[in-house]
């Protein structure tokens, strides 16, 4: 047991699952924000358990040979990026690493895991940011909430995030400032503007700004627009989301478009989609590419299968699949998503797929009971990975291969233990790096009946 408020010498061997540095001291575990493995740091504690200790990073005694100056200056405030200030190719390893022990601590499961696919340029990938707006010394203030608390960081420019949105914060600040609109206060549940979301199309260029707000008059609004039709290149819609509740939840059920369309236009592969304000689409569609071509790949579909897609969300996998097989089922407990689903495969005229709302635990059975049987399984769940019944059903209706995709190694490792009993086998484990700069990452394993 360490002592509260004492200092120590650290240090760091590896890394949480958010990012933050391990060490020990005395076999005790201490946890450290902004430490990477090979840091020796002078850390004090601030928060000491039975089982492990929380420290405050006081100063570098010998920093890492990984460890560089990150391109933010505020990443170290920023909750958005832990892992900034670790050279890219080292965030890789780790990531590699950490899905490997993972599998082999929680699931038993002794495979291949692959090196983790990175980017080219682990930078401006995202094609969606979310910013609150506050009141910081009577000027409006955008950008991230600070680590761990509800206090904004006020942001020109995110190095992760679409270059344009620097100039649409610029816009929306100086339309605020002008007008005297009003911004929200959390504390008071009193203000207008809550949050400015944006998304950007990046092989088409267009862009969607939602206002949102917490009352639905919007004072000025035809000036806005006006501002930015006249400097946002490629602006295709305007959007008011109104959210008069007292919650962290950032959309409300209504929305007003404002200016021109209710969606923008983007592409993930050849495939087309249209996204509107609260539809789900991958925030790294590059890498989502990468992603669902490894799906595809390892459901290595000769064209005469029946697929279920499990977890299907907005259908992006699901219309990956239909062009190689030949006939897919989606399944999304989501009603908009699953509108969304359907729309979407009518745009790229796959006529070779149904999609059906509830609980995959509850349709996965329906079908299956009603004699819809899948050659292929592909799985993408949420963290909490998926329900033990969805498992079941699979193994009941004995698919040729089952292809995981999942953005939780912990619960990947669990289910992939699960399957194996009921003689799945697992292949070789793909991570790819959906998310640079944290600690996050997907992967995607095809199991296979083992022959017994």
Known sequence: MLDKN???????????????????????????????????LKVKTNIVKKSYAVGVLLEIITPSPHRIQ??????????????????????????????????????????????????????????????????MSGKAVMGFYEKGSH???????????????????KLIKEYIHQHKVSVYDEKTNMGLIRHIVTKVGYQTGEVMVVVVTNGKKLPHHQEMIQLLKEN????????????????????????????????????IGNLKFNISAQSFFQVNPMQTKVLYEKALEYADLKGDETVFDIYCGIG???????????????????????????????????????????????????????GIKADVVVVDPPRKGCEE?????????APDRVVYVSCNPATLARDLAYLQEKGYKAGSVQPVDMFPHTGHVECCVRLYKEER
């Open 6 to 40: 004492k200092v120590y010498e650290l240090e760091i061997i590896d890394l949480g699952h958010s990012g933050e540095g391990i060490g020990k001291v005395n076999g005790f575990t201490v946890f450290v924000e902004g430490g990477i493995p090979g840091d020796l």
């Open 232 to 267: 946002i290149e490629g602006l295709q819609s305007v959007v008011q989301n109104i959210n008069e509740k007292n919650t962290n939840v950032i959309f409300g059920k209504e929305t007003i478009t404002l200016y021109g369309r209710d969606y923008i236009v983007d592409y």
């Open 316 to 370: 992006t996998i699901s219309l990956f699949l239909a062009q190689k097989a030949k006939k897919v089922y989606g399944v999304e407990v989501v009603e908009a998503a699953i509108l969304d689903a359907k729309e979407n495969a009518d745009i790229n005229g796959m006529s070779n797929t149904e999609f059906y709302v509830g609980e995959a635990e509850m349709v996965v059975p329906e079908l299956y009971k009603k």
């Open 389 to 397: 019944t969805v498992l079941d059903t699979i193994v009941s209706m």
């Open 151 to 169: 206090t904004i960081v006020n942001t020109e420019y995110c190095h992760i995030q679409h270059p344009i949105n620097e100039k649409i914060v």
């Open 70 to 135: 990150p391109i933010c200056g505020i990443s170290h405030r920023c909750g958005g990026c832990q892992i900034m200030h670790m050279e890219y190719q080292a965030q890789l390893d780790f990531k590699t690493v950490r899905v490997e022990e993972t599998l082999k601590r929680i699931g038993k499961i002794d495979t291949k895991v692959l090196p983790t696919l990175g980017m080219e340029n682990p930078y401006e990938y995202r094609n969606k940011a979310q910013f609150p707006v506050g009141l």
